[in-house]
Every structure is written in C-alpha cells, then in structure tokens.
C-alpha cells in the first residue's frame, strides 16, 4: 500500500535568508545579554548586591525590579542562568521576534513583582531564573494559543532541556527563589495573550482531506445557487403578467333577450 505524499509548503530562497538572519538576531542578542550578565557580576565584587536586589514587603526594594535580574550570587548560579538565556532567548526570539520583544519587559518586571509581593520579609531575591522562566512559558503559551508548527517545535525542544521548569514555579528547594519563578512564568502567559497575534502566522501543509471539504462546500454552495435559479418560487413571488379590466372602466357586454317558446 502506497500512501500518498503531500507537497510542503514552497520553502523559497528569499524566505531561507529571513529565517537565517532571525536565528543569527535571536542568537546575537541572546549573546549580548550573556555578556553583560558576566561583566555585571564581574563589576559585584565592588558593590553589595543587596542593595539593587529585590527586598519583599520594602518600598526600597521596589528598584530590584530593575536592576535584580543582572545580579547573580554564585559562579553556579550564571553559568545555569547563562545556558537558559542563550538558549530559551534564542528559542523565543528566533520563533516569535516580535512577541518576545514586546513582553521582555512583562517577563522582566513580573519576576520581580512576584518575589517583592511572596518573598519572606528579609530576604532578597536576584537572578535571570525568573525572565528565563517567562521566556520558556512564554513559548508554551503562544504554542497552545496560536498552535502552529514553529512554536510547537520551540516547545518540544524548549522542554526537553528546562521540562523542569513546570515544577519550579513552586517552594521544592530553599534558597531558589520560585517567587521569581513564578511572577516571571505569569509575565511570560500575560505577554503570550496579549503579543500573540504581532507575528505572522507561517504557512502550514494543506492534507488531502482539508482540500476534499473545500470542494464539497463549494459544490454544495453551486447546488445551491442552481436550486434558487431554476426552481420555481413561492406563488407570491411569481409576477402576475395580466390583470382583469376594471368592469366600472368598460362596458361588461350586452344580454341578447331570447322570446320565450309557445306551449302547445
């Protein structure tokens, strides 16, 4: 049994290139922020990161939302953070440029928010976890809502190096900030709702079977066309091509009189 083969859509030359120099963006500026995160901590030693970090409950703590995802507390804790940036930014921008762009700064503030409003009151919160949670949920979202290939490709590969990022939205470890977590995750299906539609949809395979119930509904709508053509209407609608004369406008005729017969 052979089945038969469907044609992909038409992969040109010109959209090649795009795709191309999309990865080779997404993967640049994934870079780009890689580096500043390392001169960042590099730039620690000479400052207590206590003070740009996230303080919950505090007014004064309200800039770590800015400043807390550049801060980092350990060697171990960059380089982890580092690999989910190279990899989910380039995952996100690559896949969704103009959705990741737009809610980089949802993800951004709403890992700081979540840390700031269910920290314990004297701790801080400080790291990239929380953006790089928003940007793996972020792609999660935009696959379900909008349910195309590329995004569910992103997911599958997205899930197969950080799958554990759906358990760490919750308290499992002390002194992982899930708060961060978990406002970032929020941050990235907040951005997927609202952005879901700046991205052009990507043209998908057609299967033999959508195109058969194309051309059963157009043959049903000529069907139809044809029944309202040459089928007679409803008696009222049938125009009425002869009328009777008015009898007060003419003369109705006249009655010959007959003689009556003789009885014998």
């Known amino acids: 049994m052979q089945l038969p083969v469907h044609d992909h859509p038409p992969d040109s030359a010109a959209q090649r290139a795009a795709d191309w120099r999309r990865f080779r963006r997404a993967a640049g500026v994934s870079a780009a922020f890689v580096a500043v995160l390392a001169?960042?901590?590099?730039?620690?030693?000479?400052?207590d990161a206590r003070l740009f970090a996230v303080a919950p409950g505090s007014l004064s703590g309200l800039w770590g939302l800015l400043t807390a995802p550049l801060l980092h507390g350990s060697p171990e804790h960059i380089v982890a953070n580092s690999a989910a940036v190279l990899l989910l930014g380039t995952l996100a921008g690559w896949v969704y440029p103009r959705a990741s762009l737009r809610g980089l700064p949802v993800m951004w503030l709403g890992s700081g928010l979540g840390a700031w409003a269910l920290g314990a009151p004297g701790s801080y919160h400080l790291g990239a976890s929380g953006v790089t949670h928003g940007l793996m949920f972020l792609v999660m979202a935009l696959a379900v809502i909008r349910r195309d290939r590329a995004a569910i490709a992103a997911t599958m590969i997205g899930f197969l190096f950080y799958g554990g990022m759906?358990?760490?939205?919750?308290?499992?470890?002390?002194?992982?900030?899930?708060?961060?977590?978990?406002?970032?995750?929020?941050?990235?299906?907040?951005?997927?709702?609202?952005?879901?539609?700046?991205?052009?949809?990507a043209p998908r395979k057609r299967y033999s079977w959508e195109i058969e119930?194309?051309?059963?509904?157009?043959?049903?709508?000529r069907a139809a066309a044809d029944r309202e053509q040459f089928e007679p209407g409803a008696p009222e609608d049938v125009p009425v091509l002869w009328h009777r004369p008015d009898p007060t406008e003419q003369d109705?005729?006249?009655?010959?009189?007959?003689?009556?017969?003789?009885?014998?």
């Open 39 to 47: 001169v960042v901590y590099a730039a620690q030693s000479g400052f």
């Open 166 to 201: 759906l358990l760490t939205v919750l308290p499992r470890e002390p002194g992982v900030s899930w708060q961060s977590h978990l406002g970032g995750a929020i941050g990235g299906i907040v951005a997927a709702w609202l952005f879901r539609r700046l991205d052009p949809v």
């Open 213 to 221: 119930e194309e051309i059963a509904a157009a043959e049903a709508e």
């Open 252 to 264: 109705r005729g006249t009655v010959l009189p007959f003689p009556p017969r003789e009885r014998r």
